[in-house]
Structures are given as structure tokens and as C-alpha cells.
């Protein structure tokens, strides 16, 4: 089992910056693929990046790409979610997501992902 803990999210002018954290406790992420997801209201919840542990490759969403970077410190346990240039529409519950024993692929559907955090609030004002 593990748990996944989100921090970092707020409140943020457009073209403003954040970062989220997923701090995974129970077991480490290794040999995990970590993703996080979004969520707006009224809209279906959205792939916005992947990582695989043992390999540190990256995925993203072509609405984040060249924005947003996911990576991963080992030390931690911990993922992290680096946003910049936000946009309005970027305004969701971020979550993360992880799937344990993934190896070198990334899972894009949130019904690949068996442990999920608890979400953590995003809001771009423009």
C-alpha cells in the first residue's frame, strides 16, 4: 500500500508560477509510474504529466508541454510539478496518481492508476 500526500497549490495571477508536491508514504515509488491529473468543474479529469521512477522518463499533455516539468527526488519520495506561465485554464484540483511495478511505461488514463492523493487546489485569476 501506499499513500500520497499533494502540497502546493494556491492561488496565482496568470503567468504566475507554482509547484505541487506528491510525497508517497507506506513504500517508495520504485519501479512506479507517477502521474498527475487535473480536473475542472464540470469537466472530466485530464492526464497533465507522467514519470516513470526507474528510468526518470517524462510524458506530458500537449496543453502543458513546454510549461509544466515533472520530476523526482529519490531522497524524498517525493514528485513534484514545476508550472510555469499559468494560464486561467489551468484552474483545477491537481492530483496525483501511481501505479506500482510499471517499469519503463506511461499510463495516460486515469483507470491505469491504482493509489491516488487526496487533490490539492489550483486557481489562475486572470
Known amino acids: 500500500q501506499v499513500q500520497l500526500l499533494e502540497s502546493g497549490g494556491g492561488l496565482v495571477q496568470a503567468g504566475g508560477s507554482l509547484r505541487l508536491s506528491c510525497a508517497a508514504s507506506?513504500?517508495?515509488?520504485?519501479?512506479?509510474?507517477v502521474g498527475w491529473f487535473r480536473q475542472a468543474p464540470g469537466k472530466e479529469r485530464e492526464f497533465v504529466a507522467s514519470?516513470?521512477?526507474?528510468?526518470?522518463?517524462?510524458r506530458y499533455a500537449d496543453s502543458v508541454k513546454g510549461r509544466f516539468t515533472i520530476s523526482g527526488d529519490n531522497a524524498k519520495n517525493t514528485v513534484y510539478l514545476q508550472m510555469n506561465s499559468l494560464k486561467p485554464e489551468d484552474t483545477a484540483v491537481y492530483s496525483c496518481?501511481?501505479?506500482?511495478?510499471?517499469?519503463?511505461?506511461?499510463?495516460?488514463?486515469?483507470?491505469?492508476?491504482?493509489?491516488w492523493g487526496q487533490g490539492t487546489q489550483v486557481t489562475v485569476s486572470s
Open positions: 496518481a501511481a501505479r506500482l511495478y510499471s517499469g519503463s511505461i506511461h499510463y495516460t488514463r486515469s483507470s491505469d492508476y491504482n493509489y
Open positions: 507506506g513504500r517508495t515509488f520504485s519501479s512506479a509510474a
Open positions: 514519470i516513470t521512477w526507474n528510468y526518470m522518463t517524462t
